[in-house]
């Protein structure tokens, strides 16, 4: 079946780090990939995408590449701050519908 | 306005009460859905609407009863709740239920109702 395996948090970092945070994925065929971000008290809201193998998603200094031939999609950025703590999601979805398989999510700390 | 709400923010319930959960949002959304998260789990699919039609149910209990009574709304009816369905419910919207195009495959969430059943 479809699932999303992510590290286990929490993830504590100083400001101006280097994050990964891993995700792997089991799926036949070609899903597209996601990741969210959750910030205290709030929804999921999309941080980026990737719908194609060897695809970059990016946004606000994230970055993720879909990588097919090892059923990854690694989040990183190179400099992290105290604003970007939060629990980070991978999902995939697959086929037609939108439908989303979430990873068990991966909370982030940023100390100053 | 790229905003989905919910209210109530935190809602606290006995085993015998009735009780609804309300979604609403304004950006032309045709598909909308209900997600159950437990703590540090991530979100499950509950319900899913389209053009206002039950489209997926995950074989979610009946006492859990989605509504859509407009493209703008969705409301969760609860009733006779257990102890186990205290959780954090989200709601989301995507432009349609299915992924076809630019942005298409994009849900909004809404910030979530804290359920607690005592």
């Known amino acids: 079946g479809n699932s999303v395996t992510q590290m286990e948090g929490p993830v504590t970092l100083s400001e101006e780090a280097f994050l990964t945070i891993n995700c792997t994925y089991t799926a036949t065929g070609y899903p597209s990939l996601f990741w969210y971000v959750q910030y205290p008290g709030e929804g999921l809201q999309l941080l980026l995408k990737?719908?194609?193998?060897?695809d970059k998603g990016s946004n606000k200094g994230f970055e993720a590449t879909y990588r097919k031939e090892t059923t990854s999609f690694h989040l990183e950025k190179g400099s992290v701050q105290v604003s970007d703590s939060a629990v980070y999601f991978c999902?995939?979805?697959?086929?037609?519908?939108?439908?989303?398989?979430f990873g068990s999510g991966t909370k982030l700390n940023v100390k100053p | 306005d790229t905003e989905v709400t919910q209210t109530p923010k935190h809602l606290v319930m006995g085993m015998t009460n009735k009780k609804s959960l309300k979604c609403e949002q304004h950006?032309?959304?045709?598909?909308m859905y209900w997600y159950k998260q437990k703590a540090k789990k991530p979100p499950e699919l509950m319900f899913v609407?389209?053009?206002?039609?039950?489209?997926i149910n995950e074989s979610v209990p009946s006492r859990f009863s989605p509504e859509c009574p407009n493209s703008s709304l969705l409301n969760l009816h609860l009733h006779a709740l257990q102890p186990e369905d205290s959780a954090l419910y989200l709601c989301?919207?995507?432009?349609?239920?299915?992924?076809?195009?630019?942005?298409?495959?994009?849900?909004?969430f809404g910030p979530g109702t804290r359920l607690t059943v005592l």
């Open positions: 989301a919207s995507s432009l349609t239920e299915l992924a076809g195009g630019r942005g298409t495959d994009t849900q909004y």
């Open positions: 990737a719908t194609k193998a060897d």
């Open positions: 609407y389209s053009y206002e039609k039950l489209s």
């Open positions: 950006m032309g959304h045709r598909a």
């Open positions: 999902a995939l979805r697959k086929g037609n519908f939108n439908k989303f398989y």
